[in-house]
Each structure stands twice: as structure tokens, then as C-alpha cells.
């Protein structure tokens, strides 16, 4: 059975930063690009940053680029956010997947969810 597990939500106030993970267990995702989405209450789910396997090329929502880094331990099957300046619009649950094909801003995309961990930013 297939598992991405999110970790290190919680409450931040505007300008803080959190780190996010994403453990994945059940199959080795090393060779698959990694994802982070988003959802916020009565939205859509929306792409925030993706990986590929071999870590070498990273891609960014608008939203986020030069505040969020993603990066992954491939030895480890985890894959990390890191956000930094964060700001009450980024407020969301945000979610872990694993790439499948396709382009890796798409959520369609992508065929293993975690359940999400909610990240919610005070002003």
C-alpha cells in the first residue's frame, strides 16, 4: 500500500516560516518528481512546487517563487517545503503527491495524494 504522509503544519504568524515534509512509503518514489499543491477553503487545488527525480530541476508556482524551496532526500523517500516570508494568503492545506505523467503543475497529473496538512498564517 502506497503512503504519503504529510508533516509540520500549523500556525505561523505573517513573515514566519515553516518546513514541511512528505514521507513516502510502500514504493520507492526516487525515480518519480514529487509535488506540492494547495487548497484553500472553497478553492481549488492549486500547484505550489514540484521536484523532479534526480533533484536537478525545481519548478515554483508564481505565488511562491523565492519564498518556498522545495527539495528532496532521496535516500530517506522524503520530500520537503520549506517556506519562508509567509503570508495570510498562503494559508491552506497543503498536500504531498507523487508524479505520474504529464505536466507536474497539474494535479491530474499526479496518481498518489497524501491527506494533507493544514498551514494557516495570522496577519
Known amino acids: 500500500q502506497v503512503q504519503l504522509v504529510e508533516s509540520g503544519g500549523g500556525l505561523v504568524q505573517a513573515g514566519g516560516s515553516l518546513r514541511l515534509s512528505c514521507l513516502a512509503s510502500?514504493?520507492?518514489?526516487?525515480?518519480?518528481?514529487m509535488g506540492w499543491f494547495r487548497q484553500a477553503p472553497g478553492k481549488e487545488r492549486d500547484f505550489v512546487a514540484a521536484?523532479?527525480?534526480?533533484?536537478?530541476?525545481?519548478y515554483y508556482a508564481d505565488s511562491v517563487k523565492g519564498r518556498f524551496t522545495i527539495s528532496r532526500d532521496k535516500a530517506k523517500n522524503t520530500v520537503f517545503l520549506q517556506m519562508a516570508s509567509l503570508k495570510p494568503e498562503d494559508t491552506a492545506v497543503y498536500y504531498c503527491?507523487?508524479?505520474?505523467?504529464?505536466?507536474?503543475?497539474?494535479?491530474?497529473?499526479?496518481?498518489?495524494w497524501g491527506q494533507g496538512t493544514q498551514v494557516t498564517v495570522s496577519s
Open positions: 521536484i523532479s527525480w534526480g533533484a536537478g530541476s525545481t
Open positions: 510502500g514504493r520507492t518514489f526516487s525515480r518519480y518528481a
Open positions: 503527491a507523487g508524479h505520474i505523467s504529464g505536466s507536474v503543475s497539474m494535479a491530474t497529473s499526479y496518481g498518489y
